[in-house]
C-alpha cells in the first residue's frame, strides 16, 4: 500500500532552518509528483510548492521563493522540503502529498515550531 | 494571485443533503478535488477532477464544476461526515490554490 512517512517534530529558533522528509512506499517513487502543503495552527491548507521526483524540477509558490528549497534522493525514494530564514508565523504542520491535480495519499505531517 | 472562497461553515441534518460551494474566476477551466480533514489528522481526497471519487470513499460524496462555481455534494449525511472540507484547483500556471475551508457540522 502506498505510504508516505514524514520525519519527526521540531524545534527551531528564529532565523534557522528547517528540513523535512517523506519516505515514500508502495509505489515507484519518481511516477508522481511530490507536493509540499502546510497548515497555520487552526488555520487552513496552505501549498508552499511541487517538485518531480524523476526530473528534480521544482516549482515554489511565490510566497515561498527564495526561502525553500525542495529537493530528492531517488535512491532511498525520499523527498525532501527545506525551508530558511524561519520566523514565528513558519510555526505549522508541514505536510507532503504525492499527485499532479491533487493530492491522493499524504503522510502524517511534521509540526515544526519556531519560537525564541 | 488566484483565490477561492469558501463558505466558513455549513450545518446539515443527518441524512440530509449537504452542499459545500467553492468559487474563483472561470473555477471550470480548472481541476477541482475536494478533500475532508478531520481534528488531528491528515487531510484525505473526496472528489479530484471535479466529479471523480477514490476508490473507498462512499457514493454518497458527489461533485461538479462550472462556470465559476465548484460544488461538493454529500447525500444521506452521516455524524462521521463532520469535518473540515477545502476544495484544492489546479491548472498549469497556479499548480495547487486551495479555498480557506469549511466546517460541516451535523446536528
Known amino acids: 500500500q502506498v505510504q508516505l512517512v514524514q520525519s519527526a517534530a521540531e524545534v527551531k529558533k528564529p532565523g534557522a532552518s528547517v528540513k523535512v522528509s517523506c519516505k515514500a512506499s508502495?509505489?515507484?517513487?519518481?511516477?508522481?509528483?511530490i507536493n509540499w502543503v502546510r497548515q497555520a495552527p487552526g488555520q487552513g491548507l496552505e501549498w508552499m510548492g511541487w517538485?518531480?521526483?524523476?526530473?528534480?524540477?521544482?516549482v515554489y509558490a511565490q510566497k515561498f521563493q527564495g526561502r525553500v528549497t525542495m529537493t530528492k534522493s531517488t535512491s532511498i525514494s525520499t523527498a525532501y522540503m527545506e525551508l530558511h530564514s524561519l520566523r514565528s508565523e513558519d510555526t505549522a504542520v508541514y505536510y507532503c502529498a504525492r499527485g499532479t491535480y491533487s493530492g491522493d495519499h499524504w503522510g502524517q505531517g511534521t509540526p515544526v515550531t519556531v519560537s525564541s | 494571485s488566484y483565490d477561492l472562497t469558501q463558505p466558513p461553515s455549513v450545518s446539515v441534518s443527518p441524512g440530509q443533503t449537504a452542499s459545500i460551494a467553492c468559487s474563483g474566476d472561470?473555477?471550470?477551466?480548472?481541476?477541482v478535488s475536494w478533500y475532508q480533514q478531520k481534528p488531528g489528522q491528515s487531510p484525505v481526497l473526496v472528489i479530484y477532477q471535479d466529479t471523480k471519487r477514490p476508490s473507498g470513499i462512499p457514493d454518497r460524496f458527489s461533485g461538479s464544476n462550472s462556470g465559476n462555481t465548484a460544488t461538493l455534494t454529500i447525500s444521506g449525511t452521516q455524524a462521521m461526515d463532520e469535518a473540515d472540507y477545502y476544495c484544492?484547483?489546479?491548472?498549469?500556471?497556479?499548480?495547487?490554490?486551495f479555498g480557506g475551508g469549511t466546517r460541516l457540522t451535523v446536528l
Open positions: 508502495g509505489y515507484t517513487f519518481t511516477h508522481y509528483e
Open positions: 484544492q484547483a489546479w491548472d498549469s500556471s497556479t499548480y495547487w490554490v
Open positions: 517538485m518531480n521526483p524523476n526530473s528534480g524540477k521544482t
Open positions: 472561470k473555477l471550470g477551466n480548472k481541476y
